[in-house]
């Protein structure tokens, strides 16, 4: 297995242009960073997967099981491909994806890389860039410079338990690892299956430790469409 990387230095400059202040499509305000203050540590959270999430299957794919649109974004060799991501776990094999390159910075400068690596089966939702470039600018900047307020909002894209696309549809709603208003509703079926609203636009991507799930929308804490 390739050496995993450390994402704690990944700077606050490199992040400064993204916004979480409000998610365009999302429309959830600032209520999810004034919330982000009382949540629970980011790493213990992760430490104790959810046991409200519904059983489908052990959730591990593999590069066939792969779908969606996005996927065609993906490159076809490489580390950063469906095949080289399969070996490393989740932070690290994003790293490599030119599809989750701002998410990877925010990561960083939450210092949750070495955390998401470490966990033991994850189901990720991750935004992909478009999702970032869609937000403003302002309040991420304060959110950069405020880890334990910008922790919650990425761990809320997080479960704690593997699942492939139809233990998601099976359960219908999951329970994030925020830990104040983390739940997670899962709609619709193969292609056309949402998570809070936001399309999938790669699904069922394997890593060593999570199945991932590329996403076209930041999801915000506190809502639920």
């Known amino acids: 297995?390739?050496?995993?990387?450390?994402?704690?230095?990944?700077?606050?400059?490199?992040?400064?242009?993204?916004?979480?202040?409000?998610?365009?499509?999302?429309?959830?305000?600032?209520?999810?960073?004034?919330?982000?203050?009382?949540?629970?540590?980011?790493?213990?959270?992760?430490?104790?997967?959810?046991?409200?999430?519904?059983?489908?299957?052990?959730?591990?794919?593999?590069?066939?099981?792969?779908?969606?649109?996005?996927?065609?974004?993906?490159?076809?060799?490489?580390?950063?491909?469906?095949?080289?991501?399969?070996?490393?776990?989740?932070?690290?094999?994003?790293?490599?994806?030119?599809?989750?390159?701002?998410?990877?910075?925010?990561?960083?400068?939450?210092?949750?890389?070495?955390?998401?690596n470490n966990a033991e089966a994850l189901t990720v939702f991750a935004p992909a860039d478009p999702a970032f470039d869609a937000l403003g600018e302002e309040k991420f900047k304060e959110l950069a410079s405020k880890p334990d307020e910008l922790a919650p909002i990425l761990t809320y894209h997080v479960v704690g338990q593997r699942l492939d696309r139809e233990g998601l549809v099976e359960a219908g709603t999951v329970e994030s690892l925020n830990t104040s208003g983390g739940e997670l509703k899962i709609e619709g079926e193969g292609e056309n299956m949402t998570v809070n609203g936001a399309k999938v636009l790669c699904g069922n991507v394997p890593t060593a430790n999570a199945t991932v799930f590329v996403i076209d929308s930041v999801l915000m804490p506190g809502t639920n469409k």
């Open 1 to 116: 297995m390739r050496n995993v990387r450390r994402f704690a230095g990944a700077g606050i400059a490199a992040v400064a242009m993204l916004s979480i202040a409000a998610c365009g499509s999302e429309g959830n305000g600032d209520e999810a960073g004034s919330e982000g203050t009382e949540q629970a540590p980011a790493s213990s959270a992760m430490e104790s997967p959810s046991s409200e999430a519904a059983a489908g299957g052990d959730g591990v794919t593999t590069a066939s099981d792969v779908y969606g649109p996005g996927c065609s974004q993906v490159p076809t060799e490489g580390e950063g491909s469906v095949q080289g991501m399969i070996d490393d776990p989740v932070a690290t094999a994003a790293s490599n994806n030119p599809l989750l390159t701002k998410l990877v910075a925010a990561v960083g400068a939450a210092d949750l890389g070495d955390t998401l």
